[in-house]
């Protein structure tokens, strides 16, 4: 919807739907009518940065294939919104499955959504508390589309303000304290943890199976039904068995009960009979 605002930056309509069209067919994130404020907001420091009057301009960039561009544009509209132990019910569920699972040799794990890092660190940090190790057999690949934030995740310091809200025991064993106030996240916890960049729209995933888990926490509500089917379908031969699927709060499977059954509150597994584990080949090359 247009808003009546004068706007530093000329931005129709038409800017809008070429934009929604683009992020879609890269991303699979379906933009509502709702976000064209959102859009033009965080598209317009892209515009003050390279030094652009309208929209059309810098769709005319994106047009001629300027890659970098593409990536900042794709970062712009991706929605970053973390904190360690968010959702907290998860974390000792997947204690639980990993409690179940000990002795099976390497635990493998992939957060397909890590933003900045704090939801692999609190996959991290449950490993290492359920194996009473900072160095438990656990591997955890961490993924996201945007590639500012898996920056800022692989360096793993986060603000005091963040880190604090934390218990004392877990800041403590889990992170070092920096001379500007910062924290940062142990040596231990980091090697736990690989960083890929990963756009769950493309053919080819650098995932190998089996994996024992799949965080995809509040992703699946930027796609349409469709496109979360799709996806769903690629999760669940990757899982084991008795693998675990962690969604967001506001997500449900309902539209995938052919192949996704709830086990717990947002926790799934994969319907029994349904598509088989891919082989384990590749999986440690692939992480490291």
């Avoid at 973390?82 to 639980?96: A, Y």
């Avoid at 992939?110 to 359920?130: D, I, L, N, Q, V």
Wanted: proline share 5%; charged share 25%; aromatic share 10%.
């Amino acid at each position: 919807m247009l808003t009546n605002t004068p706007r530093e930056f000329a931005f129709t309509e038409q800017d809008f739907e070429k934009i929604r069209v683009m992020i879609y067919n890269y991303a699979g994130i379906a933009l509502t009518p709702a976000k064209h404020d959102m859009v033009y907001g965080r598209l317009a420091r892209r515009l003050r940065a390279l030094g652009l009057r309208t929209f059309n301009e810098y769709l005319q960039v994106l047009e001629r294939g300027d890659s970098k561009e593409f990536e900042l544009f794709t970062n712009s509209l991706t929605t970053n919104l973390t904190s360690f132990f968010r959702e907290s019910h998860h974390f000792p569920m997947l204690s639980d499955h990993l409690k179940a699972a000990r002795g099976s040799g390497v635990l493998n794990l992939w957060c397909s959504a890590s933003s900045t890092g704090e939801e692999p660190y609190s996959m991290a940090m449950t490993a290492c508390e359920t194996f009473d190790s900072l160095r438990p057999p656990v591997h955890i690949i961490a993924t996201d589309l945007d590639t500012g934030v898996l920056e800022t995740a692989r360096q793993g310091i986060y603000n005091a303000d963040e880190v604090e809200k934390l218990d004392n025991n877990r800041a403590r064993r889990f992170f070092d304290r920096q001379a500007d106030g910062r924290y940062r996240a142990k040596q231990e916890l980091r090697d736990l943890i690989v960083y890929r960049r990963v756009n769950l729209m493309e053919p080819n995933w650098p995932i190998r199976g089996p994996l024992d888990g799949i965080f995809c926490r509040n992703v699946m509500i930027y796609f349409d039904k469709p496109t979360q089917l799709k996806i769903l379908q690629r999760f669940a031969p990757l899982l084991k068995p008795d693998g675990l699927l962690f969604v967001g709060h506001s997500e449900n499977l309902y539209h995938a009960s052919d192949i996704f059954k709830l086990r717990s509150k947002t926790v799934y597994e994969r319907v029994s009979g349904g598509a088989a584990p891919t082989p384990a080949s590749g999986l440690r090359s692939t992480l490291r």
